[in-house]
């Protein structure tokens, strides 16, 4: 039987490309720490205010990518908007809402590493 986050991997491989996090194959080392990021903030901050922070486009990389890469993994054949908006439409069942997001983004951690890292520094 299959681990509830290896079945999200196919999925998290392709929504890391389609939310433009993974580009030609690489990705900007902001983005693995975001995802690293969000476990442990849905854990210290909650659900809710952790995806409303992850809405907004930060510096150089856009954060809300992170949460659209989530988004495409839980419920890959729904068409939602915003992340945000896919929270707050199942918060009749938070926890099992919750449990699909932690899984999804442990699958997107695993996921980003069989892609390479841009080698780029911060202000090139």
Known sequence: MKKRVETYIPNALKALQDANIVISGK???????????FGPSVIQAGLIPTV?????KSGDADRKKVGDAILKVVAPNENHQEFLFYV???????DETKRK?????????????TFEKNEKKRGE
């Open 52 to 56: 409303a922070f992850y809405g907004r």
């Open 27 to 37: 990705y900007d080392n902001e983005y693995a720490g975001y995802i690293s990021a």
């Open 101 to 113: 997001i932690l899984d999804a983004i442990v699958a997107l951690k695993l996921a980003i590493r």
């Open 88 to 94: 707050l439409a199942h918060d009749n069942d938070r």
